[in-house]
């Protein structure tokens, strides 16, 4: 028989995960399968905004959670945020190399080059048009074509 902390500890990752849902975007709280209800609930719960009110949401949820395959739901959310965090780390990555593209030029582009195995003029092309262009429009302009293609090729390499 199990005790009441540890049913308790179960009821309260159970809360959790279901206040993990609210975090998540409404598309891919779709592609999950909840039920009808769960998903009113999440819906509901992030139009709250009074602070009770979201908490006995937050407590609604978990009780549906429930009722729902925990392991399969749990393992999809942290499948989510893997996704997530790969993504971040790549628009970090990215606004790393740009910078430093900006900053040494030529060298840094052909360290870029070296790392991710790849040979591309556009982005030494986007870089001279940056260099040579006077307007502050135009030059921000070049620096997301230059955020863009850096991008796909360190996407392309991941």
């Not at 979201?54 to 729902?68: F, Y």
Request: hydrophobic residues 35%.
């Amino acid at each position: 028989m199990e005790s009441k902390s540890a049913k308790k500890r179960y009821h309260h990752m159970i809360e959790k995960l279901g206040e993990s849902l609210l975090t998540m975007p409404e598309e891919i709280i779709n592609q999950l399968e909840l039920k009808n209800d769960l998903k009113y609930a999440i819906s509901l719960a992030k139009k709250i905004k009074k602070r009770g009110a979201l908490k006995r949401q937050i407590k609604l949820i978990g009780k549906l959670t429930k009722q729902e395959n925990v392991e399969i739901l749990s393992r999809k959310i942290q499948e989510y945020k893997d996704e997530e965090n790969i993504e971040k780390k790549l628009f970090k990555e990215t606004e790393f190399w740009r910078e430093k593209i900006l900053l040494e030029k030529d060298r840094a582009i052909k360290n870029f080059f070296l790392q991710t195995g790849s040979e591309n003029c556009d982005i030494q092309s986007v870089f001279e048009k940056i260099e040579s262009c006077n307007e502050i429009k135009q030059k921000t302009k070049y620096k997301k074509q230059l955020f863009k293609i850096i991008h796909q090729h360190l996407a392309k390499k991941n």
